[in-house]
């Protein structure tokens, strides 16, 4: 049921200028990049246009947004913005708790890390030596290769299930061996290529991770982590208990879809602690960052050596590290991570040698764009190294020649379980639209050449080709074709 749709959450963005009262530090910098936000496709020719963070909030629907900036090795800012939860009237301020996604990984693999440097596992050892009642299954491709914590870590492990949709709150709740067996919503996780080999990002092999830190230690992953990374870091707001405790409900933002609404049960819960369980606050993120930073630059006391650290830090295959992945080389060296779970999307960004990061949370599915612009804009700022914008350069057609694209296309493979996947091509006021029944979503088409179209929000491009006696066909992105059947 739609409780609420993000048009009616204006009136909260006019009335508080997208922010709470809850602030901390540079407020100079804060307001600056929240009124310069610079989209990620720019038109040659054409002045750089930018955006208020309330208007892009409105345009992406996304209703709250909490950000944190590192710098000098410290939190320089912190900020919330917008509404955290619709049905309670709650605004989001710095200590609003939210669905970190898959940033619950570089930080669980903390857990990993410590245990190695204590000598309770070895990164490189076959994990099944410290499984007990669950194993990893035999296989071909085991026979010679094993499955190693540091395999796990850096994805290489080649462990099966990208990724978890989590739990509605009335759904029975599984435990870790039932999802290691694929008796929950996804299916079971096992080795189906030779370990080392190749990279596949496998949240499955983080969820055996967790399996191997809980035999090692006879504790649950949350109860380990509180004591060994959170509470020794201050981070006061972050819990990987799943479902999040009752006390902790009040302070968690709800979780919203790509149109703004309300998720049914306001959030979705995760058993998969270590691949996804993480509750947060961009605050208690850039701690570790400021952590991880700090030992880099030679801190003898951190939770993690510097040793360690270094090979945390240190490329595997795919530019992958212990936990997060990584980005160029040397002082410019970066360690990120992003997160998307059911109605929450977010990026963490640091420098590893600098003692700067940007934390961007939002309750949106959404919000992958919006987040894309304020680190343009951050990175105008600070003079980081980090803007993603394209310039790119455009071309008029005729209405004529663009009604010739108008018409259904259904996709050359068919989708299973869903039947044949079609979508639209509509010409509406001089300008194509795409429609995408299947995910109720549209973007609109620039021409860049006679048959090359770009979204100019997201990037995606769409090409079409045509041939005597043959339909026409759409590529996009280069990989999904579709022929035109109307």
Partial sequence: MKLLTFPALLCFLTLYSCSTSTQVGDGDAAQVIENSLVAGMQIKGEPVKTYTLAERMAHYNVPGVSIAVVKDGRISWAKGYGTANTQTGSLVDINTLFQAGSISKPIAALAALKLAQEGKVDLDQDVNTYLKDWKIPASEFTQTEKVTLRRLLTHTAGTTVHGFPGYHPTMI???????????????????????????????????????????????????????????????????????????????????????????????????????????????????????????????????????????????????????????????????????????????????AHKGEAIIIMTNADNGGRLIGEIINAASDYYDWDLSNVRTIETIKLSPEKLQEFVGKYQYSEQVPGSGSYYIEVRLTNGQLTVIDPEENSSFSLTPTEAMKFIDLEKGDQIVFSASENSPVVLLWNNNYRFYKVE
Wanted: glycine fraction near 12%.
């Fill in 173 to 351: 709740f599984p435990g870790i061996e039932t999802v290691l067996n694929g008796r929950g919503n996804t299916p079971a996780i096992f080795v189906d290529t030779t370990p080392g080999t190749l990279w596949r990002y496998s949240g499955g092999g983080y969820t055996i991770m967790e399996k191997v830190v809980e035999d090692v230690t006879d504790l649950p992953l949350d109860i380990y982590l509180k004591q060994n990374v959170l509470e020794p870091l201050g981070m006061d707001h972050s819990t990987y208990a799943q479902p999040l405790p009752a006390d902790l409900t009040a302070n968690a933002s709800a979780a919203y879809d790509g149109e703004g609404t309300l998720i049914d049960g306001l959030w979705h819960n995760y058993p998969e602690q270590a691949a996804a369980g993480l509750w947060t606050t961009p605050t208690d993120l850039a701690k570790y960052c400021i952590e991880i930073q700090s030992t880099v630059a030679g801190k003898k006391d951190g939770i993690l050596s510097q040793e360690i650290v270094t090979h945390m830090l240190t490329k595997d295959k795919n530019d992958w590290g212990l936990g997060p992945s990584l980005k160029n080389e040397g002082n410019g060296l970066i360690f990120q991570h992003g997160g998307k779970n059911a109605g929450f999307t977010n990026n963490m960004v640091a420098f």
